[in-house]
């Protein structure tokens, strides 16, 4: 049962004049405050969660620290459009949330500030999204075929290359093995490796493919992408400890579309998360993307125990470009 409908003002704290649009967002907010806007108070966090989860399972988080503002919004969805927000404000965590068709114009402002935003300042929570039906074997042996091939080819792959050639970089040096899970045809690897090699020519990369379809295997291995590269071809879904096929504590593991709706179930995707967090070398990483809802979230991979050094790309989720997550999470090296 939610609590009364109550008015009360959010204390929000003086901010720099950094631009137009801040300001703008200012005095939406400030409206909140001098009661302009009628909202419902959540008394707790989990009073929110529960409530979130009961309606909208979709939501963007967005942190507003950077611009001066003491206080985080969350966008809900409701059916394809974002219809409201909640609002807690620091170090309080008062919970707010605001059920007025008025929000719409808050959301325009929001996602005008969101490319001025680090991607640990924007999650993009699909989470509470209702488990379907992974697609089966057939779906997969063609699947670039599809609409999604091309995400993945021409915006996907080239972000997550970017990201590990940065990772790559803190190495220089060394040996170093990466597994790429769902890897499928191993055209990720194909594309990263060409890279790391001409980067860091000192650092000497071995490369895994782990996936569940034989036919993209198969294609792998046609690729004669080296020495350094093995595909292997095994149910994600069940295997216990992954790692054990490679015979090494990778240093870099991804899930590019793998923790996924439509690939595997939400259990599957958190088990298969604490697999690769125990099989982690100390300070190794964790990178997982996609083009379709993700399974889990930020909190959901900090209970597991990893890092977050990053959540989003703030500036796709304004466009609506992919990959709007892009979680890269760091197993302590303690």
Known sequence: MLPN???????????????????EVRDILDQLHNGQVFFRRILSQDEAE???????????????????????????????????????????????????DYVIIMKNYLLSLLPLLGGNDVELDTSRIADSASRDSAYWDNWKKNKEGAHY???????????????????NGGEMTLVDLFGGDGEFIYSL??????????????????????VSIERANELHIGSA?????????ETENIFQVIGAAPYIVTAIGGLNKNVISKEEARKLAGTVYEGLNPGGFFVVTGYSSCHMNSLQFSEIGFEILNMSLPENIATGKVPKHFYILKKPNT
């Open 5 to 23: 409908l109550v008015v009360e003002p959010l204390g929000l704290a003086e901010i720099p004049c950094l631009e137009k649009k801040t300001l």
């Open 50 to 100: 529960d409530w979130l989860a009961a309606r909208h399972p979709y939501s963007i988080s967005i942190n507003l620290a950077k611009l001066g503002l003491n206080t985080r919004i969350i966008l809900y969805e409701e059916n394809k459009g974002f219809k409201g927000f909640r609002i807690y404000q620091f170090p309080d965590e008062n919970f707010f949330l605001i059920e007025q």
């Open 153 to 171: 080819k021409l915006e996907i792959y080239p972000r997550c290359v970017e990201a590990i050639s940065a990772i790559a970089g803190e190495f």
């Open 193 to 214: 490796s060409s890279i790391i090699e001409d980067q860091y020519p000192r650092l000497k990369m071995s490369y895994h493919v782990v996936d569940n379809n034989l």
């Open 229 to 237: 590269f093995s595909a292997h071809l095994e149910d994600l879904a």
